[in-house]
């Protein structure tokens, strides 16, 4: 009988940085790739809470311990008007974590997970915050991969490892976070509402409707920190669920 291959791996199993919480990291894709038209065939790694399914730890607020202080979760955006974060947790969030506690995905040693990234392309944080989990684990997959994207809200945060400068987009909501981010020393990815002209240092995401969808993220790969010092900072659209009211509430100030 032909071995099936296997799709996923755990690359992180422990305390979240931002809160103690128990998270785990699953390495997914390997041999699939992922079927989202944006970003393209890359690797994509899912950072959840370990100890409960995605859904109740989004209604509840403990996805804090993969997510800190993202405006964008659920339980915060509500309050704020802020856009709530697209990913939708109830679908493939679900299913990684179902296939985790059906233990479908064994732990990674640094040969087995040297092997599954050779020549791919990494997203990291598909779900969850990057700088949850300690920065050797992300480093040791961008000095290994060919390739990667990622992105963080917890540039600011008083616990936030600087060495994830190297690898990781600022995200940034406003004007005045862009700034701070410039001044931090990170590159930034800013969400706005409508859509207007980039900014000063800025090119429009090229794998977005307002880009024309002229690439993918597997191929651009600009999202990538200061590993592309000396590169644009990136800006794209509102796009998260109700962005069409925001526009329209941004554009009768």
């Not at 802020?82 to 679908?91: L, M």
């Not at 040969?111 to 949850?132: C, E, H, M, Q, S």
């Not at 600011?156 to 004007?175: C, E, H, T, W």
Request: hydrophobic share 40%.
């Amino acid at each position: 009988m032909k071995q099936k291959k296997i799709n996923g791996l755990i690359i992180y199993k422990g305390p979240s940085l931002i809160d103690g919480s128990p998270i785990v990291v699953l390495l997914t894709g390997i041999n699939s790739g992922s079927t989202n038209t944006k970003t393209g065939a890359m690797v994509q790694t899912y950072i959840i809470r370990e100890d409960m399914h995605p859904v109740r730890a989004l209604q509840t607020g403990q996805d804090a311990a993969i997510c800190g202080n993202c405006p964008h979760r659920p339980i915060l955006a509500k309050n704020t008007g802020a856009a709530r974060c697209y990913v939708n947790v109830g679908q493939g969030v679900s299913a990684v974590y179902k296939a985790y506690k059906a233990s479908n995905y064994p732990i990674a040693d640094k040969t087995t997970l040297t092997r599954a990234i050779d020549g791919k392309n990494v997203r990291f944080g598909t779900y969850g915050d990057p700088a949850a989990v300690p920065y050797e684990i992300f480093g040791f997959i961008a000095d290994n991969c060919k390739g990667f994207t990622g992105y963080t809200h917890q540039w600011q945060a008083p616990n936030f490892d600087a060495r994830y400068k190297g690898i990781l987009m600022a995200s940034v909501d406003n004007g005045i976070e862009q700034i701070l981010a410039i001044a931090a020393g990170m590159r930034y990815f800013r969400v706005q509402i409508g859509y207007n002209k980039p900014l000063a240092g800025e090119i429009t995401c090229p794998a977005s409707k307002e880009g024309g969808y002229k690439t993918t993220c597997n191929a651009c790969k600009l999202c990538a920190g200061m590993a592309k010092a000396g590169a644009k900072n990136i800006v794209i659209a509102d796009h998260g669920i109700g962005h069409q009211t925001r526009a329209k509430l941004a554009a009768a100030l």
